[in-house]
């Protein structure tokens, strides 16, 4: 009897321990557009073209790989800083980093509904790229999104910008 009490004791403990990793887990999952905001607005014909002229108000040149964050750095910014690497490494010396913090920018902060986000202007200061860096868990149980926006920024001929607004992982 006691052998059973144990192995009962054993699976009620497994069973609770993956029920309470299930839970923080869909905790840490949100939406990159939850409302829908940034979808709407990308359905604007001059929203390219807006969104640059934007950032160039902020002094952002052309070929910049730019990183959205916030003032207060919460925990997902942090994880984004392999894929920020990675990314500058494979689109080479004819990019560079810039960053931007969304309370500084409110026009910017209007469109985005969460952070960190990423937005890539190529050499010719078109809009190549705008959305989260990865997806999934924590974003780095998920998809890393590196090859497909390299492969979004040396697109030819440019077909426009991709946006992605589907995507749910670790967003602040």
Not at 86 to 113: C, M, T, Y
Request: charged letters at 15%; hydrophobic letters at 40%; glycine letters at 6%.
């Amino acid at each position: 009897m006691q052998k059973k009490t144990s192995w009962l004791l054993l699976v009620l403990w497994a069973v609770s321990l993956l029920t309470a990793l299930l839970v923080y887990g869909q905790r840490q999952l949100s939406a990159f557009d939850p409302n829908g905001e940034l979808l709407h607005r990308t359905t604007a014909p001059d929203f390219d073209a807006s969104l640059v002229a934007l950032l160039k108000e902020q002094n952002i040149d052309a070929g910049s790989v730019i990183h959205v964050s916030s003032k207060s750095r919460c925990y997902c910014e942090t994880l984004t800083t392999p894929h920020q690497t990675q990314l500058i490494k494979r689109l080479g010396n004819d990019f560079h980093q810039a960053s931007l913090n969304i309370e500084d920018v409110p026009e910017l902060g209007a469109i985005l509904d969460a952070v960190p986000a990423l937005i890539v202007l190529d050499k010719q200061n078109q809009l190549r790229y705008l959305g989260p860096y990865a997806t999934g868990y924590g974003c780095f149980t998920g998809k890393n999104l590196v090859k497909q926006v390299v492969g979004y920024t040396n697109q030819l001929p440019y077909n426009g910008a991709v946006i992605n607004t589907d995507a749910t992982g670790c967003f602040c």
